[in-house]
Protein backbone atom coordinates (compact mmCIF):
# COMPACT_ATOMS: atom_id res chain seq x y z
CA UNK A 1 0.00 0.00 0.00
CA UNK A 2 1.01 3.80 -0.92
CA UNK A 3 0.37 6.43 2.08
CA UNK A 4 -0.01 9.77 -0.42
CA UNK A 5 -0.82 13.30 1.82
CA UNK A 6 -0.55 16.70 0.35
CA UNK A 7 0.14 19.90 2.05
CA UNK A 8 0.78 23.46 1.26
CA UNK A 9 -2.39 24.38 0.73
CA UNK A 10 -3.36 28.62 1.78
CA UNK A 11 -4.65 31.56 1.03
CA UNK A 12 -2.64 33.80 -1.52
CA UNK A 13 -3.61 37.32 -3.40
CA UNK A 14 -3.60 36.71 -7.20
CA UNK A 15 -0.12 36.83 -8.84
CA UNK A 16 1.65 35.08 -5.35
CA UNK A 17 2.98 31.88 -5.27
CA UNK A 18 2.79 28.88 -3.07
CA UNK A 19 4.62 25.30 -3.42
CA UNK A 20 2.88 22.08 -2.47
CA UNK A 21 3.91 18.73 -1.47
CA UNK A 22 2.98 15.65 -1.52
CA UNK A 23 4.88 12.89 0.29
CA UNK A 24 3.95 9.43 -0.77
CA UNK A 25 5.26 6.36 1.66
CA UNK A 26 4.80 2.98 2.48
CA UNK A 27 5.38 0.91 -0.44
CA UNK A 28 7.27 3.37 -2.75
CA UNK A 29 9.10 0.87 -4.75
CA UNK A 30 7.37 0.71 -8.11
CA UNK A 31 5.55 4.03 -8.32
CA UNK A 32 6.02 5.28 -11.67
CA UNK A 33 3.98 7.94 -12.26
CA UNK A 34 3.29 10.81 -10.41
CA UNK A 35 0.10 13.26 -11.02
CA UNK A 36 -1.47 16.84 -9.54
CA UNK A 37 -5.16 17.48 -9.88
CA UNK A 38 -7.88 20.22 -9.05
CA UNK A 39 -11.33 20.30 -8.36
CA UNK A 40 -13.18 23.55 -8.23
CA UNK A 41 -16.43 23.89 -6.25
CA UNK A 42 -19.14 22.99 -9.06
CA UNK A 43 -16.80 21.67 -11.42
CA UNK A 44 -14.68 18.54 -12.53
CA UNK A 45 -11.58 16.97 -11.31
CA UNK A 46 -9.13 17.93 -13.82
CA UNK A 47 -5.82 17.05 -14.20
CA UNK A 48 -3.13 19.64 -13.71
CA UNK A 49 0.29 18.14 -14.48
CA UNK A 50 2.00 14.54 -14.87
CA UNK A 51 5.04 13.04 -14.11
CA UNK A 52 6.57 9.84 -15.67
CA UNK A 53 10.13 8.56 -17.00
CA UNK A 54 8.62 9.61 -20.45
CA UNK A 55 8.49 13.01 -18.70
CA UNK A 56 6.20 16.33 -17.49
CA UNK A 57 2.94 17.15 -18.75
CA UNK A 58 0.57 20.67 -17.78
CA UNK A 59 -2.75 21.33 -18.07
CA UNK A 60 -2.88 24.36 -20.71
CA UNK A 61 -4.29 26.73 -18.20
CA UNK A 62 -1.03 26.36 -15.93
CA UNK A 63 1.54 26.28 -18.69
CA UNK A 64 4.43 28.41 -17.77
CA UNK A 65 2.95 29.33 -14.32
CA UNK A 66 3.26 25.73 -12.78
CA UNK A 67 6.28 23.03 -12.18
CA UNK A 68 6.13 19.56 -11.32
CA UNK A 69 9.09 17.91 -9.60
CA UNK A 70 10.07 15.11 -7.32
CA UNK A 71 12.58 14.38 -4.61
CA UNK A 72 13.58 11.06 -3.27
CA UNK A 73 14.08 10.57 0.51
CA UNK A 74 14.28 7.20 2.60
CA UNK A 75 11.17 5.32 2.15
CA UNK A 76 9.16 8.35 0.97
CA UNK A 77 8.75 10.44 -2.46
CA UNK A 78 7.70 14.04 -2.80
CA UNK A 79 6.23 15.19 -5.46
CA UNK A 80 5.72 19.21 -5.40
CA UNK A 81 4.32 21.43 -7.51
CA UNK A 82 5.09 24.93 -7.69
CA UNK A 83 2.76 27.61 -8.50
CA UNK A 84 3.70 30.98 -9.80
CA UNK A 85 1.33 33.81 -10.98
CA UNK A 86 -1.49 32.43 -9.26
CA UNK A 87 -5.33 33.34 -10.72
CA UNK A 88 -8.41 33.13 -8.42
CA UNK A 89 -9.33 30.57 -10.95
CA UNK A 90 -6.69 28.61 -9.81
CA UNK A 91 -8.86 28.30 -6.75
CA UNK A 92 -9.42 24.37 -5.82
CA UNK A 93 -8.63 21.37 -3.74
CA UNK A 94 -5.36 19.83 -4.87
CA UNK A 95 -5.08 16.50 -4.96
CA UNK A 96 -1.84 13.92 -5.42
CA UNK A 97 -2.21 11.11 -7.24
CA UNK A 98 0.85 7.94 -7.73
CA UNK A 99 0.35 4.59 -10.13
CA UNK A 100 2.07 1.94 -8.55
CA UNK A 101 1.89 -1.35 -10.26
CA UNK A 102 -1.66 -0.56 -11.98
CA UNK A 103 -2.94 0.40 -9.28
CA UNK A 104 -3.53 4.44 -8.04
CA UNK A 105 -3.26 5.74 -4.64
CA UNK A 106 -4.68 9.50 -4.14
CA UNK A 107 -4.46 12.10 -1.15
CA UNK A 108 -7.07 13.74 0.56
CA UNK A 109 -6.53 17.16 -0.96
CA UNK A 110 -5.31 20.43 0.35
CA UNK A 111 -7.19 23.06 -0.48
CA UNK A 112 -5.68 26.74 -2.57
CA UNK A 113 -7.53 29.71 -2.26
CA UNK A 114 -6.26 32.48 -4.61
CA UNK A 115 -8.06 36.10 -3.69
CA UNK A 116 -8.63 38.66 -6.60
Known amino acids: QVRVVESGGDLVQAGGSLRLSCAASGSTFGINVFRWYRQAPGKQRELVAG????????ADSVKGRFTISRENALNTIYLRLQMNSLKPEDTAVYYC?????????WGPGTQVTVSS
Open 97 to 105: NVDRLGLTF
Open 51 to 58: LSSTGTNY
